[in-house]
T-cell receptor, first 111, second 114 residues
Framework: GESVGLHLPTLSVQEGDNSIINCAYS??????FIWYKQESGKGPQFIID?????DKRQGQRVTVLLNKTVKHLSLQIAATQPGDSAVYFC??????????FGKGTRLSVIA | EADIYQTPRYLVIGTGKKITLECSQT?????MYWYQQDPGMELHLIHY???????EKGDLSPESTVSRIRTEHFPLTLESARPSHTSQYLC?????????????FGPGTRLLVL
């Protein structure tokens, strides 16, 4: 079927460098955010989440930063590896509403 | 790791056929979702359910129907498939109240309508 819309923005990084993927949201009532990683041919996979009462959360090689003032979310990946190549989506929800997904960013790791 | 399954994984079908995409989860999650995603594009919510006998339409105007007769099962039906339905369909589930809001996704069904 025909698909109309913007293609995903792309981020290319050298293997071993740090990656920063950004996401903006519009609903100031959003109180929970998730970053997903989607590899080709697979469903999105949970990476890390953060609630609005926090501004930073760290996982294994990943950090999520939340700036509620400017409604901005970022995902930082340390020491990026070829296996990190994928499309990354941010998603947010307010209260009991379904998650709203961003457009996604395609991360390409150059070996 | 969540246990959420989708069948078939791939389907090629002719215009006008009726098809049902299956989604099952074995975690007892209350909330389930269907998304449509074109290759390399964003996810669009088409249906969701917060429990048995509860279904809602999502943001994208659906040309499909869903049912939720059992907690673990959330099938999606296209009464008459068209080429514009060609896409990937992703099913997801969430524990619901008290269990967090993280959505766990199935592997998806890639549909091609000729």
């Amino acid at each position: 079927g025909e698909s109309v819309g913007l293609h995903l923005p792309t981020l290319s990084v050298q293997e071993g460098d740090n990656s920063i993927i950004n996401c903006a949201y519009s609903n100031s009532a959003s109180d929970y955010f998730i970053w997903y990683k989607q590899e080709s041919g697979k469903g999105p996979q949970f990476i890390i989440d953060i609630r609005s009462n926090m501004d930073k959360r760290q996982g294994q090689r990943v950090t999520v930063l939340l700036n509620k003032t400017v409604k901005h979310l970022s995902l930082q990946i340390a020491a990026t590896q070829p296996g990190d190549s994928a499309v990354y989506f941010c998603a947010g929800t307010a209260g009991n509403t379904p998650l709203v997904f961003g457009k996604g960013t395609r991360l390409s790791v150059i070996a | 790791e969540a246990d959420i399954y989708q069948t078939p994984r791939y389907l090629v079908i002719g215009t006008g056929k009726k098809i049902t995409l299956e989604c099952s989860q074995t975690m007892g999650h209350d909330k389930m979702y269907w998304y449509q995603q074109d290759p390399g594009m964003e996810l669009h919510l088409i249906h969701y359910s917060y429990g048995v006998n509860s279904t809602e339409k999502g943001d994208l105007s659906p040309e499909s129907t869903v049912s939720r007769i059992r907690t673990e099962h959330f099938p999606l039906t296209l009464e008459s498939a068209r080429p514009s339905h060609t896409s990937q369909y992703l099913c997801a589930s969430t524990p619901g109240a008290g269990g967090g809001e993280t959505q766990y996704f199935g592997p998806g069904t890639r549909l091609l309508v000729l």
